[in-house]
């Protein structure tokens, strides 16, 4: 599949080194947005401005959760077990931490075919 494509998907799975790149290049772009638009997290007094903002949240978050919903498939774990990254700070650390450092299922589980 696309790598592109892959950010957005939920199927499948992906390995801890994938997760982990695509954590910190989806980090990094956020960093890179506000550093260099410091104003685009800001109050918008055009409409059509804070829609496109609003907008791009949404997609930046369904990007995360879908990651974090492929490693959850990796270590052969429903895709809710991301939910837990609605618990402010504690629920996203705990997510992170358990995507980090559980090993995944060697060989195929009911998500498919490891990554490779």
Excluded at 4 to 25: A, D, E, H, K, M
Excluded at 63 to 75: F, I
Excluded at 87 to 107: H, K
Aim: glycine residues 6%; hydrophobic residues 50%; aromatic residues 14%.
């Amino acid at each position: 599949m696309n790598p592109f494509v892959s950010l957005f998907w939920f199927g499948g799975r992906i390995n801890r080194t994938s997760y982990l790149i695509r954590l910190v290049v989806l980090v990094a772009f956020a960093l890179a947005i506000t550093t260099m638009y410091p104003d685009a997290i800001a109050e918008q007094p055009d409409p059509r401005m804070s829609t496109l903002q609003t907008a791009c949240v949404y997609v930046y978050f369904w990007c995360v959760w879908a990651n974090s919903a492929k490693r959850w498939h990796d270590v052969d774990r429903s895709a809710l077990y991301a939910t837990l990254m609605l618990v402010p700070l504690v629920g996203i650390a705990l997510n992170v931490a358990l995507n980090a450092w559980i090993d995944g299922t060697p060989g195929p589980n009911r998500f498919g075919d490891p990554q490779g």
